[in-house]
């Protein structure tokens, strides 16, 4: 049972547009999510993160939604660039339980901005 | 800045052969990762470490051993390589025991090509 899901393998927006990147989780129990972003022959960076307490937070042209009563949260880039194009890692883990550190994944969404 | 250091960015093994993926990081982090990276399954995770000579099982232990005899350095040991075992690896590491809301910093990857 995949308890991140990233069901948009793949997102192209054009340059100055919008991008909306969608994460859905299965556990209750999770109540700390992160997003990262990976570019080919590198590994994945941190992006921002989202408590389960807020339904909102904001850095520069990144912005992630948690909805939790639907467990779902997504991250806005606005406005995207070029140099946005990447792949893009939902993770979700619980600050609280004994294997605090361990992050599940989603599969990812490979986002893709035109000039 | 946090730095995770792979030893090898490419590797091609044998089937049956034993194989070794070292990772160093360089800022006292208590917890060190290992995932893998498959098109279309993310990240997932393998084994981990909280603390010297103690490991964990992630998701997909199976064919895989590792070893953590000092703080900075986390190996990842293919007993006897198989072709399914042919992934990126990623190490990661970050701080803390409570540390769910502590991002991860990976390194840059291991592509490992078995045949």
């Known amino acids: 049972d995949q308890q991140v899901k990233q069901n948009s393998p793949s997102l192209s927006v054009q340059e100055g547009r919008i991008s909306i990147l969608n994460c859905d989780y299965t556990?209750?129990?999770?109540?700390?999510f992160l997003w990262y972003k990976k570019y080919p022959a590198e590994g994945p960076t941190f992006l921002i993160s989202?408590?389960?307490?807020?339904d909102k937070n904001e850095d520069g042209r990144f912005t992630v939604f948690l909805n939790k009563s639907a467990k779902h949260l997504s991250l806005h880039i606005v406005p995207s660039q070029p140099g946005d194009s990447a792949v893009y890692f939902c993770?979700?883990?619980?600050?609280?339980?004994?294997?605090?550190?361990?992050?599940?994944f989603g599969d990812g969404t490979t986002l893709t901005v035109k000039p | 800045d946090v730095k995770v250091t792979q030893s090898s960015r490419y590797l091609v093994k044998r089937t049956g052969e034993k194989v070794f993926l070292e990772c160093v990081q360089d800022?006292?982090?208590?917890?060190m990762f290992w995932y893998r990276q498959d098109p279309g399954l993310g990240l997932r995770l393998i084994y981990f470490?909280?603390?010297?000579?103690?490991?964990e099982k992630g998701d997909i232990p199976e064919g895989y051993s590792v070893s953590r005899e000092k703080k900075e350095r986390f190996s990842l040991i293919l007993e006897s390589a198989s072709t399914n075992q042919t992934s990126m690896y990623l190490c990661?590491?970050?701080?803390?025991?409570?540390?769910?809301?502590?991002?991860?910093?990976f390194g840059n990857g291991t592509r490992l090509t078995v045949t």
């Open positions: 800022m006292d982090h208590e917890n």
């Open positions: 989202i408590s389960s307490i807020k």
């Open positions: 990661a590491s970050n701080s803390g025991l409570a540390a769910g809301n502590s991002p991860l910093h």
């Open positions: 556990n209750s129990m999770f109540d700390y």
């Open positions: 993770a979700a883990t619980s600050v609280y339980n004994t294997n605090a550190g361990k992050s599940t």
């Open positions: 470490s909280y603390d010297v000579k103690m490991k």
